[in-house]
C-alpha cells in the first residue's frame, strides 16, 4: 500500500520549503493529504508566481497539473472537512508534516485548540503517538514561541527551523531550501539525493 503523509502549509513566510517539500514526496511515491491555510494561500501567491485557487477542490487539480501529479496522488482537504481521514486516528497517516509552520498554529497545536482541520489534524498526530514534524519560521523567536517548542518536543514533535546550513556552499536559494527539505525527508525516513548524509563521503 502506498504510503500516505500528512502536510499542512500555514501561514509563516517560506511556502517554498513547503512546495519543495510536496514536489519530492511525490517523486517518491508517497500520496499526501494536503491542508493549506488562508494565511498560507496569501503567502503562496506573494512569495510565489503561484496562484493558488481557493476551494480544495480546485487546489488539488492545480496541484495535481503544476507538479504532474499522478491521479489521487494529492488530496486537498479544507479547514472544516471534519470528516477527512487526517480528523480521526483510525484514518490519519503516520506522519504529518507542518512546513512552514506559523507561531500561531504553533500555538493551537501545543495548547490543542484543534480549531479547524489542520490544528485538529497534528493534534490527532500527539494523541496517536505519530510522527509530527513542525518547521517554523520566525526571527526572533519569543519566550512564547521557544515554551510551545519545548512543550510540543516533550511529547514527541520533531521541531525542524528552517534554518539552512552552509557547509555544503549552497550556491542558490533552491539550495537553500533543498538543505531544509532534506533535513525533513531524513526524518521521515524517505530516501534524497539533495543533500549528502554528514560524513557520505568517507565511507
Known amino acids: 500500500m502506498q504510503e500516505r503523509i500528512s502536510l499542512a502549509i500555514t501561514g509563516a513566510s517560506g511556502v517554498q520549503y513547503g512546495l519543495r517539500l510536496l514536489q519530492c514526496l511525490l517523486a517518491a511515491d508517497r500520496q499526501v493529504f494536503v491542508m493549506i491555510s ?19 477542490s480546485e487546489q488539488e487539480k492545480f496541484l495535481i497539473e503544476h507538479f504532474s501529479a499522478k491521479p489521487h496522488q494529492i488530496k486537498v482537504f479544507g479547514r472544516e ?19 512552514p509552520c506559523s507561531t500561531g498554529t504553533l500555538s493551537a497545536v501545543a495548547t490543542g485548540a ?8 497534528a ?19 519569543s519566550e512564547i514561541h521557544l515554551e510551545h517548542m519545548l512543550k510540543l518536543t516533550r511529547m514527541g514533535s520533531v521541531i525542524i527551523p528552517a534554518s539552512p546550513g552552509f557547509y555544503n556552499r549552497p550556491e542558490t536559494v533552491e539550495e537553500m531550501v533543498d538543505f531544509v527539505v532534506a533535513r525533513i525527508l531524513n526524518q521521515l525516513d524517505i530516501e534524497q539525493s ?4 554528514w560524513g557520505d563521503a568517507l565511507i
Not at 488562508?38 to 480544495?56: F, H, Y
Not at 539533495?194 to 548524509?197: E, G, V
Open 194 to 197: 539533495l543533500l549528502p548524509r
Open 123 to 141: 493534534d490527532v498526530a500527539l494523541k496517536e503517538r505519530r510522527q509530527l514534524i513542525l518547521v517554523p519560521r520566525e526571527a526572533p523567536y
Open 38 to 56: 488562508r494565511a498560507a494561500q496569501v503567502v503562496i501567491n506573494t512569495e510565489t508566481d503561484l496562484k493558488i485557487p481557493g476551494t480544495p
Open 81 to 99: 472537512q471534519w470528516m477527512a481521514p487526517v480528523a480521526s486516528g483510525s484514518g490519519a497517516p503516520t506522519k504529518m508534516v507542518v512546513c
Open 114 to 121: 484543534s480549531n479547524n482541520l489542520i490544528e485538529r489534524a
